[in-house]
């Protein structure tokens, strides 16, 4: 895998009413290193899915250009949305192969199954998971595709709180296990420490990197969340803008 520069010019939308045109994203840089998990951090309408989508090829319309290595090219993604978006009429193996279309790909399946700890629930219809069970799902569907890059788009919001702490674990085993890129969505900065290896605080509309922090926790005492609160603290006070993006 080669590292991924994202270079956005300028993104607008049609401001309702107005002449002039609502400026969502402009000049924004970002370098995404080979195998590194990055989080982004940023108020609710700063503009981080539509960075997400402008990465995933789904929005076109937009100034700027995505860098991998050092040639102009669209990464093969793997994208997890906030709803798991799973085919009701489909098993989640279902939901997974169609995805898939080499014989040493459907193999994987199984592998990523049972790091998900899903292997029981494979031929379950998704009305009968959980939540946090359809989420896993569709984290297997992302890695299963080899991404070069993983978006992640607040994947576990409305999880309870020991819910959301087992999908973690279990997305780092994945992680850990696979080495992909990872862009992350949240809005919960203890989470963002608990994943990270780089953290990106943004501004409001139009988006901007206001700072970039190296999470300095070894990941062996990421599940100690003294270790988490005590490094989220010395960024409140370090950083104090960084308040108003959570």
Request: hydrophobic residues 45%; glycine residues 4%; proline residues 5%.
């Amino acid at each position: 895998m080669s590292d991924i520069q994202i270079n956005i010019h300028s993104k607008n939308y049609p401001a309702i009413g107005q002449a002039s045109h609502h400026k969502a994203i402009k000049d924004f840089k970002l370098l995404l290193r080979s195998g590194e998990f990055v989080c982004l951090v940023g108020p609710s309408g700063c503009g981080k899915t539509t960075l997400l989508n402008i990465i995933a090829d789904l929005d076109k319309d937009y100034e700027g250009e995505i860098l991998v290595g050092f040639e102009q090219a669209q990464p093969k993604i793997g994208y997890v949305f906030q709803n798991p978006r799973l085919l009701p009429w489909r098993t989640v193996r279902e939901n997974l192969e169609l995805v898939l279309g080499s014989d040493q790909a459907l193999v994987n399946i199984d592998h990523l199954l049972e790091v998900m700890q899903l292997t029981q629930s494979q031929h379950v219809y998704p009305e009968r998971l959980s939540l946090g069970m359809s989420r896993r799902v569709s984290i297997i569907r992302a890695f299963a595709v080899d991404p070069d890059v993983l978006l992640m788009d607040e994947p576990f919001v409305s999880l309870d709180a020991p819910t959301a702490r087992q999908v973690r674990e279990l997305l780092l085993r994945l992680w850990q296990d696979r080495s992909h890129t990872v862009l992350f969505v949240t809005h919960d900065l203890r989470e963002a420490i608990a994943l990270a290896d780089r953290l990106i605080f943004l501004s409001a509309a139009p988006m901007r990197v206001i700072t970039e922090v190296t999470v300095p926790v070894p990941r062996a005492d990421r599940g100690d969340e003294k270790a988490i609160e005590v490094f989220r603290q010395q960024l409140l006070n370090d950083y104090p803008e960084i308040k108003q993006l959570l």
